[in-house]
């Protein structure tokens, strides 16, 4: 996917997949947007350093949120929600949607988290620098370490084990893939 300084969202959404966080503007700016086709729970609760706002385009979802004041935010197209630094959100979709995250242009860390769907513990995190792996990168080895570790995926309170992730259909490694290849065109320009 090209970025340009102008986007159309919904035609730019029409090649997006669920959780891409692919971001669609030139690399010089910032505030980053990225794009993302939902039509799925998000596989774990994201956890970014920076605050980051997320924009509904389309469709209906519900924004998850832990160690919040709030537990939750219903969207529908038009709505904002604001998350604070540090604190684990996932989306759960309601119906497909196209969601915009801002970003920071060069944020420095992002996680994952799972918690207990029974007592509501955490139940495993793992965090990374962005400046050694992308975020995509980051969410494909933590779900596959998740998925491999069945230690990972038993809550140490209540004794509930989940299940692994449901990586059908993700493009992560792709979406690095091509990330990747942008940032070397564009060290060699």
């Not at 059908?168 to 792709?174: D, P, Q, V």
Request: include cysteine.
């Amino acid at each position: 996917m090209d970025r340009k300084r102008a986007l159309n969202v919904f035609a730019a959404a029409r090649e997006a997949g669920s959780y891409d966080e692919r971001p669609v503007l030139p690399e010089k700016f910032d505030l980053q947007l990225h794009l993302s086709k939902n039509d799925r729970p998000q596989p774990f609760f994201l956890i970014c350093d920076h605050d980051t706002l997320l924009v509904q385009m389309s469709g209906q979802a519900v924004v998850e949120f832990k160690e919040a004041p709030v537990s939750s935010h219903t969207t529908e197209p038009g709505t904002f929600v604001y998350v604070p630094a540090g604190v684990p959100h996932r989306i759960v979709p309601i119906s497909q949607s196209v969601q915009l995250r801002y970003k920071a242009q060069e944020p420095s860390m992002e996680g994952v988290a799972w918690y207990c769907a029974a007592c509501g513990a955490e139940v495993w995190r793992v965090e990374w620098e962005l400046a050694d792996e992308l975020p995509q990168e980051g969410y494909q080895r933590a779900c596959e370490a998740f998925n491999a570790d069945m230690a990972k995926r038993r809550c140490q309170y209540c004794n509930c084990q989940h299940p692994a992730v449901d990586l059908s259909g993700i493009r992560w490694n792709e979406i690095a893939r091509d990330l990747r290849a942008e940032a070397a065109l564009s060290e060699s320009a």
